[in-house]
């Protein structure tokens, strides 16, 4: 039997051999024992003179320390604490001095180059912003729980204080505190200032746009010009070559007009990129005097001609100015037809034409007068023949031509008479002549127009006549175009008309009712296409009065069926015509090039000054936004200033919001006392390479261990316990307590002091008889094979196992358990097998389960052994005593420890293996450690898993708290 010995020599100073296996301590070391059980740790001072912040200052009487008298040096005039202080001060006076630079930029135009740098210096300091400010009011922050630190504060004050370090930390901490106070909803609404500083900063300067007016000259062609046509003569061949050259030049503007693409008829400027103006009576009221919008819409409304008015040194931007024209109007009637007929009473009748009175419209300087009243025009024959009328005239005929009945008085048309007068003789032959006379009569003038149709050559023609009112009408037009750059085409475009406001001539007036004017359209107008006389093919002009439309107009092939145009659109189309012709004798010299070069010229021409509106970006100054960031900034500037001045007030050193806080004044480290006199960053630097770790230490209170901070190397883990199902969880100081099935009930360190104890305290002949027992058993067949057919060496096992529990494991793995269904469990089974496929890694294996197969569940602890190999009996039971001490901590502590509701371990990550094997270490080194000391025999049992506890660096698999999780 194993004899109990009582020894009351500390088992840290005896040797190992003489430790006994469970000792139990007397009446007079019980007391010692408790009076001990806490360990006050060795706290030796260290000088470091030269890496704090705040040293004890030295008597010079006698060179010592002066002991308790320390006293602080001021490390606030330290030269970073004062770059500080100007930083905090500095930095919030230039985002307020930004914020005036960026007020003198309303209204202004942006240039890109300074535009840019504003851009660029507001996208900076956005972010910026934020950053400086939670550096300011976070040291704030932060000085301000210093310095009531010293005065003497609550801990939910300095906690609030120290928390309100950043925007987010602020919230987030008050919401985990729960607390609302005035100094909560204080910090709140000045971190507000944090992101909204920053949006204001990016919101504050805008950019916008607006119309800048400056005034300019406007100048655009006068339509009341003398027709060049006026000034032509055919007396000599010289001129009439020259003549000629200037008519070929105006037909060929004509048919370019004419065959224009649809697009540029229907648009606001010509093929040119002239104004054109539209006819006020196709949209509007020509009697009402306001302002008419003119419709954008196409069908909505006519031009009165074809050609546009040039207008040039239109400036860059938007301009808008009124622009005085005249046209040719007339009103059409319906159309007569004369054709073919064959009646018995009265024969055949044939279509006859009007012949026209040529008279006063011939080629010389001195013609003829002829009364009004009588069809006055070039009779081009419309059978084809040559005019014979005047021999120097070899025109061929044409399919249509024009007449006149009423023409001014030849008095008007007098060269000596104008020069006699005073006058010029270049502002003859238009209207413009009598705006200023008074008692001038004019009648209704009337034009004709004739055309022949015929189907073929052979065919009987028919003659379809017009008689169209003609009148001179006079709008001033609203002009609005647009310019990109000097060197871009400008766009012009009527927006608005009435009628002139200016004195003019009798409408019936108009640049027909001169003779000279008219002899040469009522000639050259019908033959500007150059169809001579075939009837029966296509004429483009007529085509056009048919249907405007290019398309159509060049794929005729058989001659337009006037009679079938409604009178008022043939008005239109007739006046686009014949204005166009009358207005390019005026200016086909300026019509192609007048409008597209910006620094033309012409004559005549008006002139007039407008205002040039040229839309700007311009840099605009939210003012709610500008506001918001220099109240900001007043904010920063304040906590800046209040950062300062709390600095210099304080004395102590800065100890709050450092982790080396912590371990200032612990006791479970060997840390200078001049420690509490250091500044936390400077206690951080000192100790930044010490190692520590939250958990468990070594010393402890009446077999607790203590929980704090401290070195990594003397310091376990401490992990979260699991959840426990029990009614009453008993005090785990007394040794009468039971699992009674409290499966994880205690704390690992707690568990394996007591189970030590609980081995200590054993009846000292339960415990000789048990070691004895132990002892032989383990030696006998220590050395023999273990052979998993033999039933006498698996019950060997059994017996051995059944002793290790009863005296190093309190008996709880193989204490039998009475259960509902009447079975009789424990929780320990074990399985050694050849071939263990549970045991794939490595040589033995365990896992806990739930037994629920039966009414009455229990935690059964699964233990697997793997005999592939040569493994002796000896190592068998090692492995068994190894996985039974992992087994029975996992079981029975929080660490791991089982749990009924979720029906498995608490679960833990790989990344722990290797970090919480302090405890089962020891208890694994006690059990092997204890049997050794029994027999020579045992001296080496268990020696690989004591080598491997001690190999902290090595990963050790027996010994690895991780598995425990997995």
């Not at 740098?117 to 976070?138: K, S």
């Not at 102590?652 to 006791?667: F, H, I, M, N, W």
């Not at 698996?794 to 009475?818: A, K, M, N, P, S």
Request: net charge negative; glycine share 6%.
């Amino acid at each position: 039997m194993i004899s109990l010995t009582n020894n009351t020599m500390n088992s840290e100073s005896r040797p190992r051999e003489q430790s006994p296996l469970m000792t139990t301590p007397d009446s007079e070391n019980t007391e010692t024992a408790k009076t001990q059980g806490f360990r006050e740790p060795s706290v030796r001072e260290k000088a470091h003179t030269h890496d704090t912040a705040y040293e004890a200052v030295r008597d010079q009487s006698d060179g010592r320390d002066s002991g308790a008298a320390h006293e602080f040096r001021r490390a606030n005039k330290d030269p970073f604490v004062i770059l500080v202080d100007v930083f905090a001060v500095i930095c919030p006076a230039a985002f307020l001095v930004f914020a005036f630079l960026v007020l003198k930029l309303d209204g202004q135009v942006i240039d890109d180059a300074p535009a840019r740098q504003y851009r660029n210096a507001i996208t900076i300091l956005a972010t910026l912003f934020p950053i400086i400010f939670a550096a300011i009011v976070g040291r704030l922050m932060s000085q301000v729980a210093r310095w009531k630190l010293e005065k003497g504060a609550t801990m939910g004050v300095l906690e609030q204080l120290m928390g309100s370090r950043t925007v987010g930390g602020t919230l987030l901490f008050h919401f985990q505190l729960r607390v609302l106070n005035l100094l909560a909803l204080f910090l709140v609404l000045i971190w507000i200032f944090s992101p909204l500083g920053g949006q204001s900063i990016l919101r504050m300067l805008e950019t916008r746009s607006r119309t800048v007016a400056q005034p300019a000259d406007v100048v655009y062609f006068n339509t009341d010009a003398q027709s060049q046509f006026a000034s032509w003569s055919d007396v000599s061949p010289t001129s009439n070559a020259y003549n000629v050259n200037r008519m070929s030049i105006v037909n060929a503007m004509y048919n370019a007009l004419i065959l224009s693409p649809d697009a540029v008829k229907s648009g606001a400027m010509d093929v040119w990129g002239n104004v054109k103006i539209p006819a006020l009576s196709s949209y509007g009221d020509s009697g009402n005097s306001d302002w008419q919008s003119v419709p954008q819409n196409d069908t909505e409304r006519e031009f009165s001609s074809l050609v546009g008015v040039p207008v040039t040194k239109v400036a860059e931007g938007n301009t808008t100015f009124s622009l005085e024209s005249s046209y040719i109007h007339l009103e059409c009637g319906n159309f007569s037809v004369s054709s073919f007929s064959y009646s018995p009473g009265s024969g055949t009748t044939f279509a006859t034409e009007v012949q026209f009175n040529e008279t006063s419209l011939c080629m010389s300087d001195r013609c003829n007068s002829v009364a009004n009243g009588t069809w006055q025009g070039w009779n081009l024959r419309l059978n084809g023949s040559l005019i014979s009328n005047d021999s120097n005239n070899q025109d061929r005929g044409a399919g249509w031509n024009l007449a006149l009945d009423n023409f001014i008085d030849e008095l008007w048309i007098d060269y000596d008479w104008y020069t006699q007068r005073g006058l010029k003789v270049e502002d003859s032959n238009r209207p413009d002549v009598f705006a200023e006379e008074k008692g001038v009569v004019a009648n209704p003038t009337t034009l004709l127009f004739q055309a022949k149709e015929q189907t073929s050559s052979y065919a009987t023609p028919e003659y379809t006549t017009s008689r169209c009112g003609a009148t001179q009408k006079y709008v001033e037009s609203r002009v609005h175009c647009s310019r990109d750059s000097p060197t871009a085409r400008q766009n012009c475009s009527v927006i608005a008309q009435r009628p002139s406001q200016k004195p003019h001539a009798d409408e019936n007036i108009s640049q027909l009712s001169f003779t000279r004017v008219f002899r040469y359209v009522s000639r050259k107008l019908p033959q500007a296409t150059n169809h001579f006389a075939s009837s029966y093919t296509s004429d483009i002009s007529l085509n056009y009065l048919e249907n405007p439309s290019s398309a159509t107009m060049t794929a005729a092939t058989a001659p337009p069926e006037l009679a079938n145009i409604p009178p008022r659109d043939f008005g239109y189309r007739l006046a686009q015509l014949v204005n166009s012709y009358v207005f390019l004798s005026q200016a086909f010299s300026n019509a192609p090039s007048g409008s597209v070069d910006a620094m033309a010229s012409f004559e005549p021409n008006v002139t007039v000054v407008v205002d040039v509106k040229t839309p700007v970006e311009v840099f605009h100054i939210s003012g709610a936004w500008i506001a918001l960031y220099m109240l900001s900034c007043v904010v920063l500037l304040l906590g800046g200033v209040m950062s300062a001045v709390v600095t210099h007030f304080v004395h102590g050193p800065e100890v709050l919001g450092y982790a080396s806080t912590v371990v200032r004044d612990s006791k479970f480290m060997d840390i200078s006392t001049a420690a509490g006199r250091m500044d936390g960053i400077d206690l951080t630097r000192m100790l930044k390479d010490r190692r520590v770790r939250y958990g468990y230490t070594q010393l402890s209170v009446e077999n607790i261990p203590l929980v704090g901070v401290g070195s990594q190397e003397e310091t376990d883990v401490i992990l979260r316990p699991c959840v426990v199902h029990m009614n009453d969880i008993a005090s785990v100081s007394g040794l009468e307590l039971q699992p009674q099935d409290q499966y994880g009930a205690y704390y690992i360190g707690e568990l394996v002091m007591r189970t030590i104890q609980h081995g200590l305290s054993l009846d000292p002949d339960d415990a000789t008889e048990a070691q004895d027992k132990l002892k032989y058993t383990l030696i006998e067949g220590i050395h023999e094979l273990y052979d998993n057919q033999s039933q006498g060496h698996f019950v060997h096992i059994l017996e051995v196992v059944w002793i290790v529990d009863q005296c190093f494991l309190q008996g709880w793995l193989t204490r039998i358990h009475d259960r509902l269904s009447g079975q009789r469990l424990s929780h320990l089974q074990i399985a050694v097998r050849d071939g263990n496929k549970i045991c794939e890694d490595s040589c033995s294996n365990f896992r806990v389960e739930l037994r629920d197969d039966d009414i009455g569940s229990l935690p059964i602890v699964y233990i697997d052994i793997d005999t592939r190999g040569t493994w002796t009996i000896g190592h068998v039971v090692e492995m068994l005593i190894h996985e039974m001490v992992h087994r029975y901590l996992m079981l029975f502590s929080c660490q791991g420890g089982f749990s009924h509701e979720f029906g498995g371990c608490s679960q833990y990550s790989h990344d722990k293996r290797g970090r919480h094997r302090h405890y089962p270490r020891m208890l694994i080194k006690h059990v092997f450690e204890t049997i050794q000391e029994w027999d020579d025999t045992l001296r080496f049992f268990g020696e690989v898993f004591i080598d491997r506890c001690d190999q902290d660096g090595q990963y050790d698999a027996l010994v690895d708290m991780g598995i425990l999780y997995m």
